[in-house]
């Protein structure tokens, strides 16, 4: 991203991060290098904001892990969250990624269980 694009788009990633100060957006913009997927409106207009990383594993595929979707519309902001979830999983597979994952923050630990529990990678064995 330019810093123009940058900039353009700090209106949402306030959204998604509330106290996020301009200078903290431009920093991890510009390390993100690349791992920003942004959707526009028909005017051009910033409408949605993927945050990502990708990462290695241990069983050696690549996993990638959404950090943050911010999507907005005036009517339908699903239609941008989901133009910006099949983008990145089609980068997904452009990088040969096995898995995804989601960054979910930690001031809600009642629910990381559920999280856990719900997802395939969790196995429970029971003897009896």
Known sequence: MTRDEIDGAYVLARLGYRDLPLDSWREMADRAAGRVLVARDPEGRPAGLLIYTISP???GKPDL????????GLLDPQTVADALIRA????AARESCASFSLATPL????????L???SPV?????VI
Do not use: C, G, K, N
């Open 57 to 59: 594993t241990l069983a």
């Open 65 to 72: 892990r959404v950090e943050r979707l911010i999507a907005f």
């Open 88 to 91: 990145v999983m089609t980068l």
């Open 116 to 118: 856990v529990l719900a």
């Open 107 to 114: 001031d809600a630990p009642e629910s990381a269980a559920a």
């Open 122 to 126: 969790s196995t429970l064995h029971q």
